[in-house]
């Protein structure tokens, strides 16, 4: 006998022994997870389809272990803004091992630890972790969410950056950001200091050197 079945939004022709990796469901290994959403079952030819899923049908797996699929990267260039994002993502996903397909309401063998259509609310934190979270000192959150600009910011007005040529308005507000403002501080950058931005920013060096260049005759004015 085997079923279609359908978890984390996709859906598997499944049979009694398969392993199967679904997205993440919140179980320990070993844990009996029940799978609900059966599209259809069948033996052999006799197929019966469900509207949209099989009424009294269940599927049962056992969890056999909790990891990650492999890393994606996803990489986004603006052409002649100096704009690069690059951004990687690992699915977390639960390989199961499928052990009973029921029909007509009948019970597993083994009771369930969890239902995987509904892992959203079983990972909801505990109340005692929460707890924790919300009387974590203030200034302990921002040191570890706010990173420091790679400069200190010079006082008075900032300059104009866009005037100088390959700086856009993306560009500009980037290096705002990390604290350089003024023409002046972006003339007085050291070769180190172009190596610094050339690993923190998405900007090469030669593009840095170019716009030191430039900014030392605006600064003369």
């Known amino acids: 006998m085997f ?20 997205e993440k469901v919140e179980a320990n290994v070993g844990d009996i997870v029940e799978i609900g959403h059966v599209l259809a079952h069948g033996e052999g030819e006799n ?6 899923f099989v009424d009294g049908a269940l599927v049962t797996a056992e969890v ?10 996803a990489f986004k260039k603006r052409r002649r803004q100096n704009s690069r994002r690059k951004i990687g993502h690992r ?15 009948a019970k597993p063998a083994k009771k ?11 990972a909801a934190a505990p109340k005692e972790a929460k707890a924790k979270k919300e009387t974590a000192p203030k200034a302990e959150v921002t040191a570890e969410t706010t990173a420091a600009p790679l ?18 308005p993306v560009a500009a507000k980037d290096l705002n950001e990390q604290g350089i403002i ?33 900014a030392k005759e605006l600064a003369k004015k």
């Open 3 to 22: 079923a279609v079945i359908k978890t984390g939004g996709k859906q598997y022709r499944v049979a009694a022994n398969d392993l199967l990796k679904i």
């Open 47 to 52: 197929v019966t389809f469900g509207a949209p």
């Open 64 to 73: 056999v272990e909790q990891g990650k699929n492999r890393t994606v990267i």
């Open 91 to 105: 699915q977390l996903l639960t390989t199961v091992r499928i052990a009973e397909i029921l029909l007509g309401g």
């Open 112 to 122: 369930a630890a969890v239902k995987a259509e509904a892992k959203a609310e079983v």
């Open 151 to 168: 400069f200190k910011a010079p006082k008075g007005e900032p300059d104009d950056l866009t005037v100088i040529k390959g700086i856009g």
């Open 182 to 214: 003024t023409f002046a501080q972006l003339a007085k950058l050291t070769d180190k200091d172009v190596a610094k931005i050339d690993e923190h920013m998405p900007f090469s060096a030669d593009q840095i050197k170019d716009w030191r260049e430039q």
